[in-house]
């Protein structure tokens, strides 16, 4: 079982939709939750992280984090044309590990 | 220049040549990463270093050789490479190698190995 799994998609969504991404782990010790926006030919950015389980919002954008169920979401409302990027989860251990687990990222285009 | 700066931005070479990645973070950040990305797989961590000292290699073949002379530049040797490792290199700077530490990414070294 790989340590964390993340549909590639790719997803196509029309503009105003609720779009949810979704990335499930095998590895209890994660506590750093981490979304990553990368747009073509850029390098990721930090979109949002969260810290142990529960929600975060920021904007149009809200982070969930279910520790039980070894599974974190990324939800975007009104979605708009300039979201269209790859989406990648990652995730991090609290006991002082450095490396960061990266899922495979979901390709997202909005259309208008 | 701000934030992580990467060249060249594209590479071609042969399997015989050498080349050189460089990356150079105007962050003021202690850590330092290299990054692999293919096509439909995750990132894969190659190296980091923090405060110069390499404190990661992933299991990555002596065919990539890094260099850390200082916090702010790094440098991804090449040489003998081979066509499975074409692919995109990511540099990466945090300013902590734990926690939350947000990663700056830079917009990459595309390689091709022909």
């Known amino acids: 079982q790989k340590e964390v799994e993340q549909d590639p998609g790719p997803l196509s969504v029309p503009e105003g939709a609720i779009v949810s991404l979704n990335c499930t782990y095998s590895?209890?010790?994660?506590?750093?939750f981490m979304w990553y926006r990368q747009y073509s030919r850029k390098g990721p950015e930090l979109l949002m992280y969260?810290?142990?389980?529960g929600n975060k919002e920021d904007g149009r954008f809200t982070a969930q984090v279910d520790k039980s169920s070894k599974y974190i979401s990324l939800f975007i409302r009104d979605s708009q044309p300039s979201d269209s990027a790859t989406y990648l989860c990652?995730?991090?251990?609290?006991?002082?590990?450095?490396?960061?687990?990266f899922g495979k990222g979901t390709k997202l285009t909005v259309n208008p | 220049e701000t934030g992580v700066t990467q060249t060249p931005r594209h590479l071609v070479m042969g399997m015989t040549n050498k080349k050189s990645l460089k990356c150079e973070q105007h962050l003021g950040h202690n850590a330092m990463y290299w990054y692999k990305q293919s096509a439909k797989k995750p990132l894969e961590l190659m190296f980091v270093y923090n405060f110069k000292e390499q404190t990661e290699n992933n299991s990555v073949p002596s065919r990539f050789s890094p260099e850390c002379p200082n916090s702010s530049h790094l440098f991804l040797h090449l040489h003998t490479l081979q066509p499975e490792d074409s692919a995109l290199y990511l540099c990466a700077s945090s300013q902590a190698i734990t926690g939350a530490g947000e990663l700056f990414f830079g917009e990459g070294s595309r390689l091709t190995v022909l």
């Open positions: 990652a995730m991090r251990g609290g006991g002082g590990s450095e490396k960061l687990v």
């Open positions: 590895n209890s010790a994660f506590q750093y």
């Open positions: 969260t810290y142990s389980s």
